[in-house]
Nanobody, 122 residues
Framework: VQLQAFGGGSVQTGGSLRLSCEAS????????MGWFRQAPGKEREFVGLINWGGSKYYADSVKGRFTVSRDNAKNTVYLQMNSLKPEDTAIYYC?????????????????WGQGTQVTVSS
């Protein structure tokens, strides 16, 4: 599986961005698709995920502001980010895992996209 993330950019506090991640392969619908982020000098951290059944989970820091969705017909997962804050500034990565229900650890995912930069200015 190859993943390609795009849609990052620079916004002001309170703004919105939508990230997309396109996946190759014919079994996309059974994958857990996760979003992670890594800020300078920090470890990569879980942001949210959507599993094969459509269930969604989020980190506490983004609940109510970020929404993960997927379009299996397009092999694409999205991360809609609203009410952005400067602390959301990071490189955002999409990741895929074949099967399972809920996984929020970096080591739980088999495939990773290249990352896309999100910068939120105050």
């Amino acid at each position: 599986v190859q993943l390609q993330a795009f849609g990052g950019g620079s916004v002001q506090t309170g703004g919105s961005l939508r990230l997309s991640c396109e996946a190759s392969g014919r079994t996309f619908s059974r994958y857990i698709m996760g979003w992670f982020r890594q800020a300078p000098g920090k470890e990569r951290e879980f942001v949210g995920l959507i599993n094969w059944g459509g269930s969604k989970y989020y980190a506490d820091s983004v609940k109510g502001r970020f929404t993960v969705s997927r379009d299996n017909a397009k092999n694409t997962v999205y991360l809609q980010m609203n009410s952005l804050k400067p602390e959301d500034t990071a490189i955002y990565y999409c990741a895929a895992r074949d099967g399972g229900y809920y996984y929020a650890g970096v080591g739980d995912y088999e495939y990773w996209g290249q990352g896309t930069q999100v910068t939120v200015s105050s």
